[in-house]
């Protein structure tokens, strides 16, 4: 069982920036590939990026790629969301989720294992 909880989102102007911050409990989540999705009104959930177990290996969607960094700090059992650049496109709730098969390059929501309840970002134009 993992516990997932994200922070850091909330309103920012288009081209402004945010930090999400996704804080695992229940077990380390270390040895893991953690990812991110979001989704907005009336849209599938769709990928976003994911990062491997060692933080080494990182994966984007075209839509956040250049704009968006996803890192970890598995002392703190912690992976964050750096986003630059914001578009108003990019209003959705962020969740973040644990891959517990795969090690990366996992885009589907249906390969992941748990989920946390998810953050608000809001751009506004």
């Known amino acids: 069982q993992v516990q997932l909880v994200e922070s850091g989102g909330g309103l920012v102007q288009a081209g402004g920036s945010l930090r999400l911050s996704c804080a695992a409990s229940g077990r380390t989540v270390s040895s893991h590939a953690m990812g991110w999705f979001r989704q907005a009104p009336g849209k599938e959930r769709e990928f976003v990026a994911d990062i491997n177990w060692s933080g080494r290996s990182t994966y984007y969607a075209d839509s956040v790629k250049g704009r968006f960094a996803i890192s970890r700090d598995n002392a703190k059992n912690t992976v964050y969301l750096r986003m630059n650049s914001l578009k108003p496109e990019d209003t959705a709730v962020y969740y973040c989720?644990?891959?517990?098969?795969?090690?990366?390059?996992?885009?589907?929501?249906?390969?992941?294992?748990?989920w946390g309840q998810g953050t608000q970002v809001t751009v506004s134009s």
């Open positions: 989720a644990v891959n517990l098969r795969y090690g990366s390059n996992s885009v589907r929501d249906y390969e992941y294992d748990y």
